[in-house]
């Protein structure tokens, strides 16, 4: 069968674009058992997705959707439909409100949970019988007299090694940025690509919902890893290389084993960066050294709050405080620039705590401070405990873009006005401080790209004056 991957456009970053990695492993399988396939980023297309699908030939077009691009996906899944092609849907939004896409008359088909496996069964089902065993595939939910009818959920396997190295080639990497433009700089032709060498997260944090690759960590082997970096420097020459998974230290022995592998077979050459926040429990100085003589530089935290009772009451961040100033110290001391994640606006959450928050950022005082305001997605914990106690005013799921600026629920005495007001304050205090400012006008990509700095930095210090707190903007298209 012929299969179209696609992944719709983000909005929330106006320069950085990496490659959608879930797409190339669902590629890779795909293809190892010998169906064409092809991928649609719409981030790098010049092409729109229209035009391509009337100039192309495919079966069948899979979509990935986040909650905030559900909006996005559902327009490429209603064009291929128009275009009589199979369409079928998959990703972190389509695993928790799965019913929510089914129910649209141009979704055939929703993976609910990883979907390399489901995929397959069901490609080669349609192939084979025509659709005739749809009801045995675990983790799919499909329609019978157009009424949508779910499978039992996939059980997760725990060999992920099994699974053939993501699609690297099949993706137009010269048209994807570095990792990091706001830290590094925009190279807009970068050859950066992305590695997962685990999936899931044991830890239950209330932001988070892990839909997709559960509550349980699976690592691929370190030999099974260092093979696909070999072939990501050797053979696809990355100019950079980004570890993306949830914790990828959670094993402090395995991540220092692959750092002492990339040393001995000489892959340090390329620089690479943890994209995504390190557990800072799960860490020592050692292991900083290593990354650091490994090629690794930069590191990024999961701080959150700068409050323990926060961390540990309502986030149950399992870290403290100390914890936190630890891992950056050793950070430091190995020569390693850091990052750091901040959220601003969780429950019982004060005016008091959320300085804390600011004061702790100043302190760790890290390359990259990322403030962000806390966002109820759906299937988190944090979600029922304000549907239930608070008031949800954000019912676009366009405002669940992590960098928007607004605050999407109060909660008891917290208030939307306080939150954003704090977020704003966090921005300014830790960015307009002397030596910051000069290191941002000295910097050249500033003045290559001054019309997304200054925007970027309107949006951050001063905000959107036009978009009242508290006012629900309106859902634009056919889905309100």
């Not at 495919?58 to 275009?83: C, H, N, Q």
């Not at 706001?182 to 032709?189: E, N, Q, S, V």
């Not at 932001?207 to 890893?225: I, L, M, Q």
Request: glycine residues 8%; hydrophobic residues 40%; aromatic residues 10%.
């Amino acid at each position: 069968m012929r299969v179209l991957l696609a992944s719709p456009e983000s909005k929330v970053w106006s320069s950085r674009k990496h490659i959608p990695l879930g797409l190339g492993y669902l590629a890779a399988v795909l293809r190892e058992n010998g169906h064409e396939v092809a991928i649609y980023d719409a981030a790098v297309e010049d092409e729109p997705f229209e035009a391509f699908l009337d100039r192309t030939r495919f079966d069948m077009v899979g979509v990935t959707a986040t909650t905030p691009l559900i909006y996005e996906a559902w327009d490429m899944a209603k064009a291929a439909k128009e275009r009589g092609k199979w369409t079928v849907l998959g990703g972190a939004h389509l695993t928790i409100l799965p019913m929510e896409s089914a129910e649209q008359p141009f979704v055939d088909f929703v993976v609910i949970g990883e979907g390399e496996d489901t995929l397959l069964e069901l490609v080669t089902d349609l192939e084979r019988t025509g659709g005739k065993n749809l009801g045995d595939i675990d983790g799919l939910v499909w329609k019978r007299d157009d009424q949508p009818v779910m499978n039992r959920p996939r059980v997760l396997d725990d060999n992920i090694d099994r699974f053939p190295f993501p699609a690297h080639d099949l993706f137009k990497i010269e048209r994807y940025t570095n990792l990091q433009p706001l830290t590094d700089g925009l190279d807009p032709h970068a050859r950066a690509f992305t590695i997962l060498t685990s999936r899931g997260c044991p830890y239950k944090c209330n932001f988070c919902s892990k839909p997709v690759t559960g509550d349980t960590w699976r690592p691929r082997s370190v030999e099974n890893v260092i093979a696909e970096w070999r072939w990501l420097v050797k053979g696809l020459h990355a100019t950079e290389i980004g570890i993306t998974d949830d914790i990828w230290n959670l094993q402090l022995d395995r991540a220092k084993e692959i750092c002492r592998r990339l040393i001995e077979e000489g892959l340090n050459t390329v620089p690479w960066v943890t994209v995504h926040g390190m557990k800072v429990n799960h860490t020592d100085l050692e292991l900083f050294q290593l990354m650091k003589a490994a090629g690794c530089k930069r590191v990024g935290f999961g701080v959150e709050s700068g409050d323990d009772y926060i961390l540990k009451k309502v986030i149950k961040k399992s870290q403290t405080v100390d914890m936190v100033r630890e891992a950056f110290k050793n950070a430091k001391a190995a020569g390693l620039e850091t990052m750091g994640f901040f959220i601003f606006g969780m429950p019982e959450e004060t005016e008091e705590s959320m300085e804390k928050t600011i004061q702790l950022a100043l302190e760790l005082d890290p390359d990259l401070a990322n403030f962000m305001i806390a966002a109820p997605f759906p299937g988190t914990r944090l979600y029922d405990l304000v549907e239930k106690y608070g008031n949800i005013f954000s019912h676009d799921w366009r405002d669940y873009a992590i960098h928007e600026q607004r605050a999407r629920f109060e909660i008891g005495d917290l208030t939307a006005e306080l939150v954003e007001r704090k977020w704003h304050e966090a921005y300014r205090r830790f960015y307009l401080r002397p030596g910051r400012i000069w290191k941002r006008l000295t910097r050249k990509d500033t003045w290559i790209n001054a019309p997304a700095r200054l925007k970027d930095a309107r949006r951050f210090f001063l905000g959107d004056r036009e978009t009242r707190v508290g006012q629900p903007r309106a859902v634009e298209g056919a889905y309100a």
